[in-house]
Each structure stands twice: as C-alpha cells, then as structure tokens.
C-alpha cells in the first residue's frame, strides 16, 4: 500500500475508481476504514482518495511530531504523491480540521468542501464550547458511543460494534490528541471561492444543527443538509441519506 511522505509522517493512503478526485477525511473516531460504506459507491465515478490521519491507523508519525496544524500539509503531501492537481475533499468531524485547512490555504487545490457535522476549526466561542463538551462525552462514554446517536446501538448493534473496533485500531494516538488545533479566523471564511457543502443531523448532540447553521451562514454561498435519524455520524449510521447529499454536490461541483 502506498504512503506520502510528510514533515515528521508517512501517511498512509489508497485509491479506488477513475474520474474527478474526492478525498475522505476521517474524524477522531476512526481511519480510512470508517468510509466502507462511501468508497463502493463514488468510486463509479470517481477517483477515490481515503488515507489514515497522521498518528492514525496505518500512518506513521514521528515521536512529537503530531499536531493537527500539519493535517492539511499531509492531505496536500497525498495529493502530490499521486499526481492530483485538484480534489473535491469531504470531511467528517476531526476530518473538517484538514478539509478547510486545505482550502483555505491551498485553495487552488480544492474544487469543493464537503464539511460533515464539524465545525472545522473555526475559531469562535461557541465552537470551543463545543470542543469542551465533546471532550466530556468522549471521556465519560468513550468515542464509538458518542458519535452516534443514542438509539443507534439497539437499532444496529452489529455496525455499533463495527464502529467501535474500527476506532479501536487507532492503537498509536499520542497523549496530546488536542495538539496543535490552530483555529481558523472566521474572517477568513468570507473569502472562500468555492462550493461548500454543510452537513448537519437531527441528533448530533456533540456539534448540533444550530451551531453548524451559524458555521454555514459566514461561508458565502454556503448549502446545508440536515439529515432526520443519525446521531454525530451520519455517514455510518445513515450512509443511504448522507450518500446522497454528497453525491448530489459532487455532481454539480466536483469537476471543477
């Protein structure tokens, strides 16, 4: 399997499918497993990108050289490693760190933004809020319950189990997950020239619908979709809904 090399990483990535680029960017809970339920579909008709976070999965990440600040420098490090002038990226929670990273510092290197149930590292009272109590859910119930939505381990139990062993895998997460998550000054989401597409949920009690519709209305331009049943997650615990939202966006604006 292939890496890109990166300041103080290796990351680990593959690709599936031929057509217009689309990164996935996992969240805190998981790794390039997590989008098994995605790459089958987009990869009809397009080139698919996953890859594993630094200090996730199978990437490799050099003793102190983790911080999320350097996760849109590994994005970037894939996409040159497989010759990608230009890709949709699509983001869930952690992974909107590096999705707006990149446009905002690479914008020539993002044809749109996918930003699912994050608030992406903008930097506002509400969103640290936000950080401390999914802290404090993640300490008390652990990671793989409180991405989802509570009703979700009785209505799939056997993908509320799957959910929670693919975070398991994550076996070499440094002590200071929180490390070097610079914000991004909300001032400069006005000068974003691309589509972006919002994704919310009914029962997102880590990131709610109303503090993602603040996010969306200081992006110009901005969509939302919020979709009823799915809790943090709604790419796993709902993939049919959260497929299409995404796939109906690609189609109008991944070939940019």
């Not at 098994?36 to 630094?54: E, G, K, L, N, T």
């Not at 049919?240 to 690609?250: H, I, P, R, S, T």
Request: proline share 7%; net charge negative; with cysteine.
């Amino acid at each position: 399997m292939p890496f890109a090399s990166a300041v103080g990483a290796e990351i680990w990535y593959e690709c599936h499918g031929e057509g217009p680029a689309v990164v996935f960017a996992h969240g805190r809970g998981g790794n390039a497993a997590s989008w098994w339920q995605q790459v089958p579909r987009f990869a009809r008709d397009y080139r698919v990108i996953v890859f594993d976070h630094r200090g996730f999965g199978r990437s490799h990440c050099e003793a102190g050289a983790f911080a999320r600040s350097r996760f849109p420098g590994d994005l970037v490090a894939v996409l040159d490693a497989e010759g990608i002038a230009r890709a949709a990226v699509v983001c869930q929670s952690m992974g909107g760190w590096t999705g707006l990273g990149v446009a905002v510092q690479h914008p020539d290197r993002v044809s749109c933004l996918v930003l699912s149930n994050t608030p992406a590292g903008i930097d506002l009272p509400e969103v640290e809020t936000a950080l401390a109590h999914t802290r404090e859910r993640f300490e008390a119930q652990g990671v793989g319950r409180a991405a989802v939505a509570e009703g979700f381990p009785v209505r799939a139990p056997e993908k509320a189990y799957l959910y929670a062993h693919i975070g398991g895998l994550n076996v070499n997460l440094p002590a200071n997950l929180l490390a070097g998550a610079e914000g991004i000054a909300p001032e400069r989401l006005a000068a974003l020239d691309l589509p972006v597409l919002f994704i919310t949920s009914d029962h997102d009690d880590l990131f709610p619908p109303e503090l993602i519709r603040g996010l969306a209305a200081r992006v110009p331009g901005a969509e939302i979709v919020q979709l009823p049943e799915a809790g943090h997650s709604p790419y796993f615990e709902t993939p049919e809904a959260f497929n299409d939202a995404v796939a109906g966006f690609l189609a109008r604006h991944a070939g940019r």
